[in-house]
């Protein structure tokens, strides 16, 4: 005779916990084959021991997971939306998808006077409709008259009682429908099973106009300035970081760990015309605002004392810079005006990074990462930290290296002497999106495109530092 199953002598309470752990969707995330996505696999193997088992977790399973199915014309979607949006899949495009039943609601997608209707299906959990949405919006702001061509159709079902369907609880109507809000101009809207409430409330999101382009760089810097006093006031770096990537969200560049997604590019190509930055292109605020966080995000990690986040951030940004940095125009562009300021601290701070790392270990693993780049240690991205800080910034250079009790480098390790482009230019692996958006930073500037105001951009910079 077969022993009692030591799960089912547990109590039902404990049993559920079990379930839902087992069943938890953020325990389900796996690389999937497209590098940089990540895709749901769920295991139903619990399920096979018993009936009870099986009838138990089943409910737990229906209760922790609610899918939605989303039919586009495109076949292209699911790598745009998974890759650019980072947007975890359930099933992409197949024939599962196809058959799939369990979901709780239709999203169709369609764009009749093309004549082109939705043929390709993904499923997607609730957890990521406003992720999916994101995209779609950041879609939208990239190419202004596309919603106007689009056709949308959000419908609720009960995928487990059709015959005789129950009421979905009003919060999960609000997290499948809500989202939409961001989606605007679309050319027709049909919404079928929601309660009126909720329909209205998107109606009211749908008609708030998108925010300007001033309107997310003051996000932008106003979210900077609150992660400043939470690490250098409050001393709690966690809560500094987590701004600081909320701060890049607001000008639209997706953080994961990572992982970095810079959306909506053009829509930053045109002037701004109020708040703090009236009068700037987008193109230019948003490259300050990213030098300005990515030396905030190394300080951080160094803090915790996380040195290998602190060279990876850094080293990041460095090759991206210095692929850029082959057009004279953009070095001198970025010297005199975004200012040396902060793409010398991220210099400085990265430097740091690798001395730490240098002296943990020479033949860190970290350290590995960066082998055969010649500016990848220490004292190669001192200089370059001399070259951005100057001489009239060897106070900040000093305070620094006090505080992260960095020994045995004096002034001569800041001393930077020009040796021409060749030596200058030794990068990491080219970085496609990013550095095409430095390119085209440079022939804006070039072609005389880029009107900014004078300001004293070291000395506004250096208050930061004080």
Same mark, same amino acid.
């Given at each position: 005779?077969?022993?009692?199953?030591?799960?089912?002598?547990?109590?039902?309470?404990?049993?559920?916990?079990?379930?839902?752990?087992?069943?938890?969707?953020?325990?389900?995330?796996?690389?999937?084959?497209?590098?940089?996505?990540?895709?749901?696999?769920?295991?139903?193997?619990?399920?096979?021991?018993?009936?009870?088992?099986?009838?138990?977790?089943?409910?737990?399973?229906?209760?922790?997971?609610?899918?939605?199915? =989303?039919?586009?014309?495109?076949?292209?979607?699911?790598?745009?939306?998974?890759?650019?949006?980072?947007?975890?899949? #359930?099933?992409?495009?197949?024939?599962?998808?196809?058959?799939?039943?369990?979901?709780?609601?239709?999203?169709?997608?369609?764009?009749?006077?093309?004549?082109?209707?939705?043929?390709?299906?993904?499923? +997607?959990?609730?957890? $990521?409709?406003?992720?999916?949405?994101?995209?779609?919006?950041?879609?939208?702001?990239?190419?202004?008259?596309?919603?106007?061509?689009?056709?949308?159709?959000?419908?609720?079902?009960?995928?487990?009682?059709?015959?005789?369907?129950?009421?979905?609880?009003?919060?999960?109507?609000?997290?499948?429908?809500?989202?939409?809000?961001?989606?605007?101009?679309?050319?027709?809207?049909?919404?079928?099973?929601?309660?009126?409430?909720?329909?209205?409330?998107?109606?009211?999101? /749908?008609?708030?106009?998108?925010?300007? =382009?001033?309107?997310?760089?003051?996000?932008?810097?106003?979210?900077?300035?609150?992660? $400043?006093?939470?690490?250098?006031?409050?001393?709690?770096?966690?809560?500094?970081?987590? /701004?600081?990537?909320?701060?890049?969200?607001?000008?639209?560049?997706?953080?994961?760990?990572?992982?970095?997604?810079?959306?909506?590019?053009?829509?930053?190509?045109?002037?701004?015309?109020?708040?703090?930055?009236?009068?700037?292109?987008?193109?230019?605020?948003?490259?300050?605002?990213?030098?300005?966080?990515?030396?905030?995000?190394?300080?951080?990690?160094?803090?915790?004392?996380?040195?290998?986040?602190?060279?990876?951030?850094?080293?990041?940004?460095?090759?991206?810079?210095?692929?850029?940095?082959?057009?004279?125009?953009?070095? $001198?562009?970025?010297?005199?005006?975004?200012?040396? /300021? $902060?793409?010398?601290?991220?210099?400085?701070?990265?430097?740091?990074?690798?001395?730490? +790392?240098?002296?943990?270990?020479?033949?860190?693993?970290?350290?590995?990462?960066?082998?055969?780049?010649?500016?990848?240690?220490?004292?190669?991205?001192?200089?370059?930290?001399?070259?951005?800080?100057?001489?009239?910034?060897?106070?900040?250079?000093?305070?620094?290296?006090?505080?992260?009790?960095?020994?045995?480098?004096?002034?001569?390790?800041?001393?930077?002497?020009?040796?021409?482009?060749?030596?200058?230019?030794?990068?990491?692996?080219?970085?496609?999106?990013?550095?095409?958006?430095?390119?085209?930073?440079?022939? /804006?500037?070039?072609?005389?495109?880029?009107? #900014?105001?004078?300001?004293?951009?070291?000395?506004?910079?250096?208050?930061?530092?004080?």
């Amino acid at each position: 005779m077969a022993s009692p199953s030591r799960l089912l002598q547990l109590p039902l309470e404990l049993r559920e916990e079990i379930y839902r752990h087992y069943f938890d969707p953020t325990t389900r995330l796996r690389p999937s084959d497209v590098p940089g996505t990540e895709e749901y696999r769920f295991e139903f193997e619990l399920l096979r021991t018993s009936k009870q088992v099986y009838d138990e977790g089943t409910r737990v399973f229906r209760r922790t997971n609610v899918f939605v199915r =989303v039919e586009t014309p495109w076949p292209q979607a699911v790598a745009h939306i998974s890759h650019d949006g980072l947007v975890p899949i #359930v099933l992409a495009p197949t024939a599962t998808s196809l058959t799939f039943k369990l979901h709780t609601a239709t999203i169709t997608i369609s764009s009749p006077s093309h004549n082109v209707e939705a043929g390709h299906v993904i499923i +997607l959990l609730l957890r $990521d409709v406003s992720l999916f949405s994101q995209v779609w919006y950041y879609s939208s702001l990239n190419y202004s008259r596309l919603n106007e061509h689009l056709r949308v159709e959000i419908e609720l079902r009960d995928p487990y009682y059709p015959a005789d369907p129950k009421p979905i609880p009003r919060a999960i109507q609000e997290k499948l429908l809500l989202p939409f809000g961001m989606v605007k101009g679309l050319s027709e809207v049909e919404v079928r099973g929601f309660d009126d409430a909720v329909k209205r409330e998107l109606e009211k999101r /749908m008609a708030i106009p998108y925010d300007t =382009v001033g309107k997310c760089c003051d996000d932008c810097m106003a979210l900077t300035t609150e992660g $400043d006093v939470l690490l250098e006031k409050e001393n709690n770096p966690e809560a500094a970081l987590d /701004m600081y990537v909320k701060a890049f969200h607001a000008i639209h560049i997706l953080i994961r760990g990572r992982t970095r997604r810079v959306l909506a590019d053009h829509f930053f190509h045109r002037m701004i015309d109020t708040g703090s930055f009236s009068g700037q292109t987008g193109t230019v605020v948003r490259i300050v605002l990213r030098l300005k966080l990515v030396s905030r995000v190394v300080n951080v990690y160094l803090k915790q004392g996380e040195w290998a986040e602190a060279a990876f951030w850094g080293m990041r940004t460095i090759s991206i810079m210095r692929e850029a940095m082959e057009t004279s125009e953009f070095e $001198d562009f970025i010297n005199d005006f975004v200012g040396g /300021m $902060d793409m010398g601290s991220i210099y400085l701070r990265t430097g740091i990074a690798f001395r730490k +790392l240098e002296e943990t270990s020479p033949i860190s693993p970290a350290l590995g990462e960066y082998a055969g780049l010649p500016i990848a240690t220490s004292s190669h991205l001192f200089k370059f930290a001399g070259k951005y800080l100057k001489q009239r910034f060897s106070h900040i250079i000093k305070k620094e290296l006090e505080d992260m009790e960095v020994r045995g480098v004096g002034d001569e390790a800041f001393v930077y002497v020009e040796r021409g482009r060749e030596a200058d230019s030794e990068s990491m692996e080219h970085m496609d999106q990013e550095v095409a958006e430095a390119e085209l930073a440079v022939q /804006m500037l070039v072609q005389g495109l880029m009107y #900014v105001e004078d300001v004293d951009t070291d000395s506004d910079l250096e208050d930061v530092y004080a």
